[in-house]
């Protein structure tokens, strides 16, 4: 699979229950799922968990957070608005999100008039002043987390902790089932912190779930592409090609865009020059072959992906943030080299 999409149109509470049991996660009018993410410098294969809030309980801790924040501030759950707060919050994240970057808070909620699927906001105010909002869609049975944002300022309340723990107490009053977080990954990374909320569920594939958390190891194509990176990069070592390692956050954007055939679609590939002529040496998952590309920047495409990037990614030169196309291909195996092939 790697990546898809789908525009939602006129569904179902049930349907949506549906899809967030199958993996997929809404923003604006469109759902989305990925077997995979490049971040953190890293290939991760995407690791799907649930909370059941059937004899949910809050732990001492997390009554205690609790407390602490309504003790101090004033908390409502509401009808979703963005005012001029909730952009001055979405600002100061926009840097500290990872991925593609909306430019624009409505841009992640918009959801038409004749919507059947409930988005909801918990504000937390200092006064008058918001501190901290989270937004949740909800269907039947399920419901997910979409949005947290709060005021640096305000860091050592646990303010974005607190908005995850209020929304699972809203499912609970509300005979929610299960409540949805968001994915972790197959290593461990800054994602885990949702492990704290409490026992979880793990998605084994699309629409079936087991108890507890688990890690998929060498099941999945995260593993083999990272193992398969490994035998590529020693490959071209000992063959004395300097290569260069680089991470390509399009890949899910243009197969869930249906452009794989246009543009390079992998994750990650080893970088190697022939004077001013690029190759990107690969993995590909789905065909379980390695591949020697001939490509180069496709300016043509650029509007077709807008969204800006996360700081991460224009920072770091780890990652290629050029959408790149493919000229011509070659199987790659020992014994062949780039100059043979494409000569």
Request: net charge negative; charged share 25%.
């Amino acid at each position: 699979m790697i990546a898809q999409s789908f525009y939602i149109g006129d569904i179902t509470p049930a349907q949506y229950d549906a899809r967030l049991s199958e993996g997929w996660f809404r923003d604006c009018m469109m759902m989305y799922r990925s077997d995979l993410v490049v971040m953190q410098g890293e290939l991760f294969q995407v690791v799907h968990i649930r909370v059941p809030l059937d004899g949910f309980r809050f732990r001492k801790s997390q009554r205690k957070i609790m407390r602490r924040v309504e003790q101090r501030f004033r908390v409502e759950v509401k009808t979703p608005e963005i005012t001029e707060d909730h952009t001055r919050l979405y600002a100061g994240h926009m840097h500290h999100f990872r991925g593609f970057v909306h430019s624009r808070i409505e841009d992640i909620l918009y959801r038409p008039e004749y919507d059947r699927i409930h988005l909801r906001e918990i504000a937390v105010f200092d006064g008058s002043r918001l501190v901290a909002t989270s937004y949740f869609d909800s269907g039947t049975s399920g419901m997910a987390s979409l949005l947290g944002l709060y005021d640096r300022e305000y860091a050592s309340w646990s303010l974005g902790y607190y908005t995850m723990l209020r929304e699972i107490q809203w499912g609970m009053e509300n005979a929610v089932q299960w409540y949805y977080p968001g994915y972790l990954f197959d290593l461990p990374s800054e994602f885990d912190y949702k492990l704290r909320l409490g026992p979880v569920e793990t998605m084994v594939e699309p629409g079936l779930w087991t108890s507890g958390f688990w890690r998929p190891g060498h099941s999945r194509a995260g593993f083999d592409i990272r193992q398969a990176t490994q035998v590529l990069a020693s490959f071209l070592t000992e063959r004395r090609l300097p290569h260069t390692k680089r991470f390509y956050p399009y890949f899910a954007a243009i197969r869930m865009m249906n452009l794989e055939d246009r543009l390079f679609s992998l994750p990650v590939f080893y970088e190697l020059m022939d004077g001013d002529v690029r190759y990107a040496a690969c993995y590909d998952p789905l065909h379980q072959r390695f591949l020697l590309h001939q490509v180069e920047e496709a300016m043509e495409f650029e509007s077709l992906i807008s969204m800006p990037l996360s700081k991460e990614y224009t920072t770091n030169p780890v990652y290629e943030t050029k959408l790149i196309k493919v000229t011509s291909t070659v199987p790659l195996f020992p014994g062949m080299l780039p100059g043979d092939q494409l000569s």
